[in-house]
């Protein structure tokens, strides 16, 4: 019952703390992180007790799918580079550059023990990421680069985490045993992904029914991370192929109602697992904590000292690419969203933190290896990746609105107006062509006719203002606010037929059936 407690506890936590950071212009991950320390501390609160090997597949799936939901696979091709540079080559440098100086400075701890250290922590956290750099305002380009590092790096890390600890485990390890390993996951991973999200979208279009559609996207993405995991594949890059397939083969313009329930199931879902992982976070700082028995003062100087390579490894990691990726953009004029000013990258650099696959992955190390001998520092292994988490997530998260301020990076907002207006030109010009398509084999009266062609021009101008000249924009304007008098006494009749329906819904004799259908279609009505 305490467990379920502390849970209930962490669901509220996860709704409170979103707007209470609108409010404090600090992310919701950071907050949840701060109030898992504080539970954390009180005596009364009891140790959170979930399997460690359960945090990754019931965690992971459900946050990585949500947010494939604000990207695309296009987003994602036309930035592959720096995203694999940042996913892939950054992991591989943090985690030698980690496990070199943790042998180092932490005495007998082996190199494939430290390895193990440094791929846990490597790869920056993709909720964090893109929750943290979502509420900010920056640059599009900024924000697509860092969710898709977020969303692939975790590939690479796993993966490199499973070789170390066999390595240590097992006492061997083979560089090309390791290569094969990396590929076959992916290839497993990227076949998963692709079959399962192809299956999911005949599926979807057999059920039809909205909430039944919603039900399997709740599905989908524990089932391609369980059965990756079970080919030996990789799990965190099936359910990522399977997301991304998903959003581009499964889009139907006019399934009005299933595309507003998804996108608000979704939305609690990012909203609910989000606080519970990074709450999760904050209740394991107590159990880190346990682990150092009585060498915090010698055990915070191998974390500061980890801490220190693997905010420095990003910085002279981000430094060079960027400038490498701006000459090539000037040689072969390509075609990627990259920082274009020092300021930008130093964002980049800060918004790297680590999070909830860091914590699942150092809980999983195993107790003993092989020959029964418990696994080489394992104890302070789990100290230090816990400071790195808090310090990264907490220090850098609590001081990167700070820092965006003080730089004065913020997103393009006359680019994304002009896209804007274009849209709106293209959404009227479509509405129009309709129109003449209909006109073409149906006799439609005259008054009708520029009723209609009226409406086609209003979608482009209620989209975007500016599509009209300055006389038109005043006519419209006196013409918009006549609708919206229209639709304010509209909604005000509406509202009146509802609290009817509703209360008939008490009375002696009331079909509760008839009256939820009738309420759903005012509803409807209402929404339109």
Same mark, same amino acid.
């Given at each position: 019952?305490?467990?379920?407690?502390?849970?209930?506890?962490?669901?509220?936590?996860?709704?409170?703390?979103?707007?209470?950071?609108?409010?404090?212009?600090?992310?919701?991950?950071?907050?949840?992180? *701060?109030?898992?320390?504080?539970?954390?501390?009180?005596?009364?609160?009891?140790? *959170?007790?979930?399997?460690?090997?359960?945090? /990754?597949?019931?965690?992971?799936?459900?946050?990585?799918?949500?947010?494939?939901?604000?990207?695309?696979?296009?987003?994602?091709?036309?930035?592959?580079?720096?995203?694999?540079?940042?996913?892939?080559?950054?992991?591989?440098?943090?985690? %030698?550059?980690?496990?070199?100086?943790? !042998?180092?400075?932490?005495?007998?701890?082996?190199?494939? $023990?430290?390895? &193990?250290?440094?791929?846990?922590?490597?790869?920056?956290?993709?909720?964090?990421?893109?929750?943290?750099?979502?509420?900010?305002?920056?640059?599009?380009?900024?924000?697509?680069?860092?969710?898709?590092?977020?969303?692939?790096?975790? =590939?690479?890390?796993?993966?490199?985490?499973?070789?170390?600890?066999?390595?240590?485990?097992?006492?061997?390890?083979?560089?090309?045993?390791?290569? #094969?390993?990396?590929?076959?996951?992916?290839?497993?991973?990227?076949?998963?992904? @692709?079959?399962? #999200?192809?299956?999911?979208?005949?599926?979807? !279009?057999? @059920?039809?029914?909205?909430?039944?559609?919603?039900? @399997?996207?709740?599905?989908?993405?524990?089932?391609?991370? &369980?059965?990756?995991?079970?080919?030996?594949?990789?799990?965190?890059? %099936?359910?990522?192929?399977?997301?991304?397939?998903?959003?581009?083969?499964?889009?139907?313009?006019?399934?009005?109602?299933?595309?507003?329930?998804?996108?608000?199931?979704?939305?609690? *879902?990012? *909203?609910?697992?989000?606080?519970?992982?990074?709450? /999760?976070?904050?209740?394991?700082?107590?159990?880190?904590?346990?682990?150092?028995?009585?060498?915090? #003062?010698?055990?915070?100087?191998?974390?500061?000292?980890?801490?220190?390579?693997?905010?420095?490894?990003?910085?002279?990691?981000?430094?060079?690419? =960027?400038? =490498?990726?701006?000459?090539?953009?000037?040689?072969?004029?390509?075609?990627?969203?990259?920082?274009?000013?020092?300021?930008?990258?130093?964002?980049?650099?800060?918004?790297?933190?680590?999070?909830?696959? !860091?914590?699942?992955?150092?809980?999983?190390?195993?107790?003993?290896?092989?020959?029964?001998?418990?696994?080489?520092?394992?104890?302070?292994?789990?100290?230090?990746?816990?400071?790195?988490?808090?310090?990264?997530?907490?220090?850098? #998260?609590?001081? @990167?609105?700070?820092?965006?301020?003080?730089?004065?990076?913020?997103?393009?907002?006359?680019?994304?107006?002009?896209?804007?207006?274009?849209?709106?030109?293209?959404?009227?010009? %479509?509405?129009?062509?309709?129109?003449?398509?209909?006109?073409?084999?149906?006799?439609?009266?005259?008054?009708?006719?520029?009723?209609? %062609?009226?409406?086609?021009?209003?979608?482009?101008?209620?989209?975007?203002?500016?599509?009209?000249?300055?006389?038109?924009?005043?006519?419209?304007?006196?013409? !918009?606010?006549? $609708?919206?008098?229209?639709?304010?006494?509209?909604?005000?009749?509406?509202?009146?037929?509802?609290?009817?329906?509703?209360?008939?819904?008490?009375?002696?004799?009331?079909?509760?059936?008839?009256?939820?259908?009738?309420?759903?279609?005012?509803? &409807?009505?209402?929404?339109?």
């Amino acid at each position: 019952m305490a467990q379920l407690a502390l849970l209930l506890v962490l669901l509220l936590g996860a709704v409170v703390t979103v707007p209470l950071g609108e409010r404090l212009n600090l992310p919701s991950p950071v907050l949840m992180t *701060i109030l898992g320390v504080v539970l954390a501390l009180l005596p009364f609160v009891p140790n *959170i007790d979930v399997p460690p090997d359960l945090i /990754l597949p019931l965690l992971l799936p459900p946050l990585l799918y949500a947010a494939v939901q604000r990207t695309s696979w296009r987003q994602f091709t036309a930035n592959v580079r720096p995203i694999l540079l940042l996913a892939v080559a950054l992991v591989l440098v943090t985690m %030698a550059t980690v496990a070199s100086v943790a !042998s180092s400075v932490v005495p007998g701890l082996p190199i494939a $023990a430290a390895f &193990v250290l440094g791929a846990l922590v490597a790869p920056p956290d993709p909720v964090a990421a893109t929750a943290v750099a979502g509420s900010l305002g920056l640059p599009r380009r900024l924000v697509s680069i860092l969710e898709g590092e977020g969303l692939f790096n975790d =590939v690479t890390a796993i993966v490199l985490y499973h070789v170390a600890v066999g390595a240590v485990v097992g006492g061997s390890f083979s560089w090309p045993e390791a290569a #094969g390993t990396l590929v076959l996951s992916a290839v497993v991973a990227v076949v998963v992904g @692709l079959a399962l #999200g192809w299956l999911s979208n005949k599926l979807m !279009s057999l @059920l039809g029914d909205a909430p039944l559609q919603v039900g @399997l996207t709740l599905l989908v993405p524990f089932v391609s991370y &369980v059965i990756a995991e079970e080919l030996h594949g990789s799990g965190v890059l %099936a359910v990522l192929t399977t997301a991304l397939f998903l959003a581009e083969h499964s889009a139907d313009a006019d399934d009005v109602m299933g595309r507003i329930a998804g996108n608000t199931f979704w939305e609690i *879902i990012d *909203i609910l697992v989000t606080g519970i992982a990074f709450g /999760l976070v904050g209740l394991e700082l107590h159990n880190a904590f346990g682990t150092a028995d009585g060498r915090t #003062g010698e055990v915070l100087g191998w974390s500061a000292a980890v801490v220190g390579v693997v905010v420095l490894v990003r910085l002279a990691w981000l430094l060079p690419a =960027v400038w =490498v990726t701006k000459r090539l953009h000037k040689l072969r004029d390509y075609n990627e969203e990259i920082p274009v000013s020092w300021r930008e990258t130093v964002v980049m650099w800060w918004a790297g933190m680590r999070g909830v696959a !860091s914590v699942a992955l150092a809980l999983a190390i195993p107790l003993e290896t092989d020959d029964g001998s418990p696994f080489p520092g394992r104890d302070t292994i789990i100290f230090i990746a816990f400071a790195v988490i808090m310090t990264t997530l907490v220090f850098q #998260g609590l001081t @990167l609105p700070w820092l965006v301020k003080v730089l004065g990076v913020r997103a393009d907002t006359e680019a994304e107006r002009g896209f804007e207006h274009t849209l709106a030109i293209r959404a009227a010009k %479509a509405a129009k062509r309709r129109l003449k398509e209909i006109e073409e084999v149906e006799d439609l009266p005259e008054e009708l006719s520029e009723r209609l %062609a009226r409406g086609a021009y209003d979608i482009g101008a209620r989209i975007s203002p500016d599509v009209v000249d300055d006389e038109r924009r005043d006519w419209f304007a006196k013409r !918009s606010q006549r $609708a919206r008098t229209m639709q304010r006494i509209q909604r005000e009749m509406m509202s009146a037929a509802r609290h009817e329906v509703l209360a008939a819904r008490s009375e002696p004799n009331a079909n509760p059936e008839v009256v939820d259908r009738v309420l759903r279609y005012l509803d &409807v009505r209402s929404m339109r």
